[in-house]
């Protein structure tokens, strides 16, 4: 019941930026920590940066400086501006809403994010 849409991800030069959008439906949302993953192939998927219910907000050292996280509560939605990209950025995107004690975790689809040198 809850689906989460990602949007924003394209081929972008390094030092560009880019917006990443999280639309979430079918739930309370405002109560959830909301998240931003990527994983590139033949890597693990790695946590980039969270927000939590409150605005509490933690990043990956490899990103710090550079990206941001925020959401609108009333729009149900989760953004990741992006800055200074580097092609190490490169990579699906993942956005997860986490569970509570009532209701499991969710991940969207992905949105591809290209950065060519």
């Known amino acids: 019941q809850v689906q989460l849409v990602e949007s924003g991800g394209d081929l972008v030069q390094a030092g560009g930026s880019l917006r990443l959008s999280c639309a979430a439906s079918g739930s309370i949302f405002s109560i959830n920590t909301m998240g931003w993953y990527r994983q590139a192939p033949g890597k693990q998927r790695e946590l980039v940066a969270a927000?939590?219910?409150?605005?509490?907000?933690n990043y990956a050292d490899s990103v710090k400086g550079r990206f941001t996280i925020s959401r609108d509560n009333p729009k149900k939605t989760v953004y990741l501006q992006m800055n200074s990209l580097k092609p190490e950025d490169t990579a699906v995107y993942y956005c997860?809403?986490?569970?509570?004690?009532?209701?499991?975790?969710?991940w969207g689809q992905g949105t591809q994010v290209t950065v060519s040198s």
């Open positions: 997860r809403l986490s569970g509570t004690y009532y209701s499991r975790d969710y």
């Open positions: 927000i939590t219910s409150v605005g509490r907000t």
